[in-house]
C-alpha cells in the first residue's frame, strides 16, 4: 500500500505526533500494531491540538531551517569536512565527516561542542555506500537561529 508518515515533533515543533495517511485497510492495520505496542493514548485530542497548531503556524519557517542546514554544510565544506552528495542539503539535516587531517575524535568534537558551546550535535551515522564514514549529523529547528549556527562554526572552528 502506498503511504507517507510526517512527524509533527522535529521540525514543526509539536510537543509529539506524528500524521500517517495510507488507504484503508492499511490504516486500519497500523492501528491495529499501534495497540499491540502499548499505543492506546488518553488525552489523545490534546496532541491532536498540539499537532494541528504546528500544521497551522510553523510550516512557512521549515524553509527557514533550510537555508540555516544549507549555510551550515557550504560552511563546513569550506573548512574542509566530507559532506555526504556533493554537499547538496535539502533539509534541515547536515550530515558530515571530519575532515582527514583532524586531530579529534567524532565523539570527543560532539561533546566538546555540548559542553563548550551548549551545541548538541550527534555521531556515528553511516550513509548506504559510506560504510566506512562516520558521519556526524546536524539538524536545524526552531531552537535554532542564525545565531545558533555561528556560536556552531566558531566551536567547530576553535575546536579543530
Same mark, same amino acid.
Do not use: W
Given at each position: 500500500?502506498?503511504?507517507? %508518515? ?11 505526533? %506524528? ?35 504546528? =500544521? ?15 549555510? =551550515? ?31 579529534? %575524535?567524532? %565523539? ?53
Amino acid at each position: 500500500a502506498d503511504s507517507v %508518515s510526517i512527524c509533527l515533533s522535529k521540525g514543526l515543533g509539536a510537543p509529539l505526533g %506524528s500524521v500517517l495517511v495510507g488507504e484503508t485497510e492499511f490504516i486500519r492495520l497500523a492501528r491495529r500494531a499501534r495497540k499491540r505496542c502499548g499505543g492506546g493514548m488518553r488525552q489523545a485530542g490534546v496532541v491532536a491540538a498540539m499537532g494541528l497548531y504546528a =500544521l497551522q503556524n510553523n510550516v512557512q519557517r521549515l524553509a527557514e531551517d533550510h537555508l540555516r542546514a544549507k549555510r =551550515l554544510a557550504h560552511a563546513l565544506g569550506a573548512m574542509g569536512f566530507i559532506l555526504p552528495r556533493d554537499g547538496q542539503v535539502d533539509t534541515n539535516l547536515v550530515f558530515f565527516a571530519l575532515p582527514n587531517d583532524a586531530n579529534i %575524535s567524532v %565523539s570527543e568534537l560532539c561533546q566538546r561542542l555540548d559542553r563548550e558551546y551548549g551545541v548538541k550535535i550527534g555521531g556515528g551515522y553511516s550513509r548506504p555506500g559510506d560504510r566506512n564514514m562516520n558521519y556526524i549529523r546536524a539538524a536545524t529547528n526552531m531552537g535554532v537561529d542564525d545565531d545558533g549556527i555561528e556560536r556552531t562554526l566558531e566551536g567547530i572552528e576553535c575546536i579543530l
